[in-house]
């Protein structure tokens, strides 16, 4: 599975919009790029995935680039629950032999008042 | 509907003792995840369990085993308890194997003393 890379931390203010970026250059054709949180010392929460297209559900909205190298996670309206971990994790559309998610560090984001 | 589930919620043990941890999938989810999180450590992949066979393991010694019972549900053992094999333990479940979607629990507390 393609390596991704986060920034290690982000601010955002209060019931502003949330954006999270995600470099994923050496993604392949056939893999997904998944968004995951996790609130302090809970377990993670899926939150969006998507392979071409922008995807949009009533937590987030995920933003592909047309060449797939990178991704936005946007949360329209940040609030203080929000303030969690974000993963990026790309996987193939067919899980491999694996089967597992592989986590990065993810990028810490602080929502405040 | 319920989401996964996972018992107990915290776990203290005495090094060399044995642990067992429980989780329960998400109807219908015949897949079962198992990772854990170390303090200050990301989440690492421990098993993969479907339709009641092993399909893969993480780097982690055979100390660590488990098994899936007929209703999907699982058990994670830790024999021979170290100090450093405390952590969250996190299970999640996916419907139809590795290429769908995974879920996961509140996760197992476990301290060793």
């Known amino acids: 599975d393609a390596k991704t890379t986060q920034p290690p931390s982000m601010d955002c203010a209060e019931g502003r919009a949330a954006n999270l970026p995600c470099n994923h250059s050496?993604?392949?054709?056939?893999?997904?790029v998944y968004w995951y949180r996790q609130i302090h010392s809970q377990g993670p929460q899926y939150i969006i995935h998507?392979?071409?297209n922008n995807e949009t559900n009533e937590m987030a909205s995920l933003i592909i680039t047309e060449d797939r190298k990178s991704s936005t996670l946007i949360l329209p309206h940040a609030t203080l629950r929000d303030t969690a971990v974000y993963y990026c994790?790309?996987?193939?559309?067919?899980?491999?032999?694996?089967?597992?998610?592989?986590f990065g560090k993810g990028t810490k984001l602080s929502v405040k008042p | 509907e319920a989401g996964v589930t996972q018992s107990p919620t915290h776990l203290i043990k005495t090094r060399g003792q044995q642990a067992t941890l429980r989780c329960s999938p998400i109807?219908?989810?015949?897949?079962v995840y198992w990772y854990q999180q170390a303090l200050g450590l990301g989440l690492q992949f421990l098993l993969w369990?479907?339709?009641?066979?092993?399909?893969n393991r993480g780097n982690f010694p055979p100390r660590f085993s488990g098994r899936q019972f007929p209703n999907y549900s699982s058990e994670l053992n830790v024999n021979a308890l170290e100090l450093e094999d405390s952590a969250l333990y996190l299970c999640?479940?996916?419907?139809?194997?590795?290429?769908?979607?995974?879920?996961f629990g509140p996760g197992t507390r476990l301290l060793v003393l």
């Open positions: 998507g392979l071409k």
């Open positions: 109807s219908g989810h015949t897949s």
């Open positions: 369990y479907d339709e009641g066979e092993e399909r």
């Open positions: 050496t993604i392949s054709g056939n893999e997904y």
């Open positions: 994790i790309v996987r193939s559309i067919w899980g491999g032999s694996q089967g597992n998610l592989i």
């Open positions: 999640a479940s996916s419907s139809q194997g590795a290429q769908e979607t995974q879920y």
